[in-house]
């Protein structure tokens, strides 16, 4: 069954410092997102991107972060100047369709800002 | 943001009975329900959804029910089997939009 797979899996970083998050969702799919888990919280949207641009971004969502799909394949999410809040578990999904059928997500990266 | 709500974060039942997963919601807007599933280390898995127009759907032994009026939904599952524990989370979205609003989860534990 096709995957989303996101790397690595887990990333530790040093507060202020960039780091991205890479992700190759299904090949087929036309529709990207990332969610993040904060532990003990709810899963929350970040972004989501479709046709080269993003269409949908929650208030999380501010100048710090940054996504991209360089090269047709690969949806990666920047964080410029990490901070110690942005610890979280970080998941890539994509749909082909915009919303009707479930998303499939990734396993998602766990980031540590030290 | 308490747009969609899992009051209760654990449930336990035996093997074989039936698991009744309950959510709830404020935002009329939403117009679109799913219920995924997560084991740990791995990515929430879609299971089921619904559409604001219905007020079943079945799929196998997981149905999702849906109560407009109360704004409220749930997910049976039966039998229920061990394989199943895990957390559940109960998602929506908006007619505008395609972002998931998810609840707090419910970890589902299936003793055999």
């Known amino acids: 069954e096709p995957e989303v797979t996101q790397t690595p899996s887990h990333q530790v970083t040093q507060m202020g410092q960039e780091v991205i998050l890479r992700c190759v969702p299904i090949?087929?799919?036309?529709?990207f997102y990332w969610y993040r888990q904060i532990l003990g919280q709810k899963v929350e949207f970040l972004v989501s991107?479709?046709?080269?641009?993003?269409?949908?971004k929650s208030e999380i969502f501010d100048d710090q972060f940054s996504v991209e799909r360089p090269d047709g394949s690969n949806f990666t999410l920047k964080i410029r100047s990490t901070k110690l809040e942005d610890s979280a578990m970080y998941f890539c999904?994509?749909?082909?369709?915009?919303?009707?059928?479930?998303?499939?997500f990734g396993s998602g990266t766990r980031l540590t800002v030290v | 943001d308490q747009q969609v709500k899992q009051n209760s974060p654990s449930l336990s039942v035996q093997e074989g009975r039936i698991s009744i997963l309950n959510c709830d919601y404020t935002?009329?807007?939403?117009?679109?329900f799913l219920w995924y599933k997560k084991y740990p280390a791995e990515g929430p898995t879609f299971l089921i959804s619904?559409?604001?127009?219905?007020d079943k759907n079945e799929d196998g032994r997981f149905t999702v029910f849906l109560n407009k009026s109360a704004k409220h939904l749930s997910l049976h599952i039966v039998p229920s089997q061990p394989g199943d524990s895990a957390v559940y989370f109960c998602?929506?979205?908006?007619?505008?939009?395609?972002?998931?609003?998810f609840g707090e989860g419910t970890q589902l534990t299936v003793n055999p």
């Open positions: 991107f479709y046709n080269n641009e993003i269409s949908e």
């Open positions: 090949s087929n799919h036309l529709y």
């Open positions: 935002n009329s807007m939403f117009d679109y």
């Open positions: 619904i559409s604001s127009i219905k």
């Open positions: 998602a929506a979205t908006e007619t505008s939009g395609s972002r998931l609003t």
């Open positions: 999904a994509s749909t082909r369709d915009s919303k009707r059928r479930g998303y499939t």
